[in-house]
Nanobody
Framework: QVHLVESGGGSVQAGGSLGLSCDSSGPPYHDHCLAWFRQVPGKEREGVAALYPNSGYAWYTDYVKGRFTISQDNAKSKYYLEMNTVKPEDTAKYYC??????????????????WGQGTQVTVSS
C-alpha cells in the first residue's frame, strides 16, 4: 500500500510561482507512474503532468507545457510539481497520484491506484 500526502498549496498572484510536494510512504514507488491532477468544483479531475517510471520522461497537458515541471527525488520518496507563470485558470485542488507500471494513459484518473487528499492552489489576478 502506498500512502501519498501533498503539501505546498496556497495562494499566489498571477505570474508567480508555487511548488507542490508529494510524500510517499509504503513500498518503493520507482516503478510507478507518478502524476499530478487537478480539479475544480463541478468539473472532472484533469491530468496535469506525469512522470514515467525509470525513464525520466514526462508528459504534460498542453495548457501547462513550458510552465510546470514534474520531478522526483527517489532518495526522499518525494515528487514535486513546480508551477511557474501561474494563471488564475490554474486555481484548483491539486492531487498527486501513483499507478503501477507504465503510464499508458497518463491523463486518465482511472489508471491510478493511489491518491493523496489534495492541496488547494488559488491564483489571484
Amino acid at each position: 500500500q502506498v500512502h501519498l500526502v501533498e503539501s505546498g498549496g496556497g495562494s499566489v498572484q498571477a505570474g508567480g510561482s508555487l511548488g507542490l510536494s508529494c510524500d510517499s510512504s509504503g513500498p518503493p514507488y520507482h516503478d510507478h507512474c507518478l502524476a499530478w491532477f487537478r480539479q475544480v468544483p463541478g468539473k472532472e479531475r484533469e491530468g496535469v503532468a506525469a512522470l514515467y517510471p525509470n525513464s525520466g520522461y514526462a508528459w504534460y497537458t498542453d495548457y501547462v507545457k513550458g510552465r510546470f515541471t514534474i520531478s522526483q527525488d527517489n532518495a526522499k520518496s518525494k515528487y514535486y510539481l513546480e508551477m511557474n507563470t501561474v494563471k488564475p485558470e490554474d486555481t484548483a485542488k491539486y492531487y498527486c497520484a501513483a499507478g503501477k507500471g507504465f503510464c499508458y494513459r497518463p491523463s486518465e484518473p482511472e489508471d491510478y491506484i493511489y491518491w493523496g487528499q489534495g492541496t488547494q492552489v488559488t491564483v489571484s489576478s
